[in-house]
């Protein structure tokens, strides 16, 4: 029997069922949803560089644990975690005026929510001009004088220390205090301060900025 040459008709019809199947072939695989894909088999290189935008990340999936080191500073993670990091901040640009000596008064208060925090504290003292004999009863000829400011983050304190009187002379000085907490409630910050002569204070500052987590390490005495 002898075969016949297919006509070029038959050929096309063949070539184009082909193409016609392997396109549906081809539609039957594309991915339309996650349960598609078997966990660690897409990679980086998979996926085109700018292709994956804001508006495809659901909000909330990619937390920070999730980022290198580097870019979760970027963040500025608070306690909360995800969120942007918040300074909480009371100023007090002069006063109290006119304070005796020898006696503790309170500043400035700065009431915090619950979080992990690192807190600073700064004032300018200045001890008061008064009549010589005073003065000099009170810090000895060519003495000098002291004034300490406490501050109190829920029960943890620090304190700075500094001449405000030496040789006889004013010489007004800058107070700082800095500290970490980490709070279970809201908690007051609060700063105190008190002098061996009459004194001033000004240019009073209390920042306390949320941090995501706080690393103590303790120095063996």
Known sequence: MKLRRPSPALVISCIALTVACTGTAFAATIIRSSSQVKNNTLLSADIKDGSIQGRDIRNGTITV???KSGARGLT???AGGGGPSTAFHVLRKAGPEGQPANVNVRVATLTVPPGAYKVTATTIMTALPGPQGILAGLTGENGSAGGRCR??????ATESLQNVVVSGRRAPATLFMQQ???LG????MVLEC??????RLSETSIIATRVSDIALT???Q
């Open 65 to 67: 644990n999730k980022l």
């Open 76 to 78: 500025g993670s608070s």
């Open 151 to 156: 501050l109190d983050a829920a029960g943890d």
């Open 180 to 182: 970490t907490r980490t």
């Open 185 to 188: 409630a809201t908690a007051d």
């Open 194 to 199: 008190a002098a061996g002569v009459p004194f």
């Open 218 to 220: 303790n120095v063996p």
